[in-house]
């Protein structure tokens, strides 16, 4: 027998019996019935843990508020694939690439550091070798934050595409018995073996949100706009285009807001039926501001970049440092698949076979995260076979180049946008073959709001 029809019921409100999960895309609740007791249906049953009390994902979410700005060069569909370029057009590209990345220094420095907090930890017998990778990259970020002055009381960490949420665990369990430390901890998928929910500390709270980036308005956030504390947004490999994704969440579409605080709060001007030109000339605007000579509500960054093959032109920050340069989005495009010769395509099929007993050992110990390997497939487009006047060092040599000038242009957005930014390796590249660590702080370092 069909289902009844759901219950009359206001927009603001599920109907009576039905999933309480609000559907962006149709404007309305999911009508799905409910278990007895319950609020979500099966589809959206890990939703209850990704609100803030009773606030849904639709009181802090914004069609695209982090998307960046459209504009009339989209790269086109009808581009082949690297492994069908010519070797006139790959060597035209390269030669671009290399023009474009001179001045650059091709070798950072060498930020590889520890934490007490999880000295323990790392000398337990029974990790796997990738649980100890983890933990080795886990507590080099511990490191760096603590370096930054970032690692203290009074403050909200907003954890990046948390996963399981093992990174503010551990800066969690380094601040003790700081006060007022919150974390949000952002993923757009459920996520098992979480880690956050295990905490009890008095002095810590923890929110997690599903939600995808690209449409995080974080100053909606109860948690934010009711403490005002100072945000640190951290991520460990944080996934290509995420990491755009999270840049402008933080330097744009946040503090954006809170410079606006003594006017029109941002969530009182924006709301959720906003046509996408109106919210792309909101986000024009907030480009526009003059950045803060005193204060910046964000305190700082860091986070450990991954997947430069997964970016995508339309979210990149570094659009404008990119046409400075003479390039565009098909250039863009390109680059990014190459960036993957960095890191994939010349492994030995033998090697990851050797590898796969022991991950599947870890992953069923729930020890394994993403990005183990580099965060790079095998069967990924990017790794197909190219003209073979490449040698396989060249090839390793233009990868890393490709990801350089991608970071570069991250790191020309930050200044821009009054930070001061830096590049590093944070581990050792047998510890991961993503082992690239973005940081910055606002350039008025001297702040009490981004000191320990």
């Known amino acids: 027998m069909a289902a009844s029809a759901p219950a009359p019921h206001t927009a603001d409100f599920p109907a009576e019996g ?30 209850a843990e990704y609100c803030c009390g009773f606030v849904f994902i639709k009181d802090f979410f914004i069609q695209d508020i982090n998307a960046g700005l459209k504009d009339g060069t989209e790269i ?93 665990h551990w800066v969690d369990i380094a601040l003790k018995d700081a006060e007022k430390v919150h974390f949000i901890l952002v993923e757009k998928v459920t996520t098992r073996f979480k880690v956050d929910g295990k905490h009890r500390k008095k002095n810590s709270v923890f929110e997690r949100l599903q939600i995808d980036i690209q449409h995080l308005c974080l100053n909606k956030i109860p948690l934010l706009s009711k403490e005002k ?39 009182k001007r924006i709301k959720n039926d906003k046509t996408e030109k109106e919210i792309n000339t909101l986000a024009k605007e907030g480009n526009e501001k003059n950045v803060p000579e005193k204060w910046s509500p964000v305190a700082g ?28 989005a098909v250039e863009f495009h390109y680059f990014q698949r190459m960036s993957s010769w960095a890191t994939c395509g010349m492994r030995k099929t033998s090697l990851e076979a050797s590898n796969l007993t022991t991950k599947r050992k870890d992953k069923q110990n729930g020890d394994s995260e993403e990005h183990d390997d580099g965060g790079c497939r095998i069967t990924d487009e990017s790794t197909e076979s190219v003209p073979g006047f490449l040698t396989v060092e060249e090839k390793k040599k233009i990868g890393h180049l490709c990801k350089l000038l991608i970071d570069q242009g991250r790191v ?19 510890v991961s073959l993503e082992n690239v660590l973005l940081t910055a702080l606002p350039n008025h370092s001297s702040s009490p709001e981004t000191t320990a």
């Open 412 to 430: 020309e957005y930050l200044q821009q946008k009054g930070f001061s930014p830096a590049l590093q390796y944070y581990t050792d590249p047998l």
């Open 18 to 47: 039905r999933c309480s999960y609000y559907v962006e895309k149709k404007k309305r609740f999911c009508r799905m019935v409910v278990a007895a007791g319950k609020r979500f249906c099966g589809e959206h049953a890990g939703a």
């Open 76 to 168: 086109p569909e009808q581009l082949v694939p690297i492994s069908s370029l010519s070797e006139e057009q790959l060597e035209n590209l390269i030669k671009k690439l290399r023009k474009a990345s001179e001045g650059l220094n091709s070798t950072l420095k060498d930020q590889i550091m520890s934490h007490p907090a999880l000295h323990d930890a790392l000398n337990d017998p029974k990790n796997g070798d990738s649980a100890t990778k983890h933990l080795k990259q886990q507590a080099s970020i511990l490191g760096n934050i603590e370096k930054l002055k970032l690692l203290g009381p009074r403050r909200c960490f907003v954890e990046f595409g948390a996963g399981k949420g093992k990174l503010s």
């Open 229 to 267: 504390l100072p945000v640190v947004g951290i991520g460990k490999h944080l996934c290509g285009v995420a990491t755009d994704l999270a840049l402008r969440c933080l330097v744009e579409t946040y503090a954006a807001s809170c410079e606006e605080r003594t006017e029109e709060p941002l969530a």
């Open 301 to 328: 960054i860091v986070i450990a970049l991954c997947c430069h093959h997964r970016c995508d032109w339309r979210h990149y920050v570094g659009k404008e440092y990119f046409r400075a340069l003479g390039l565009g």
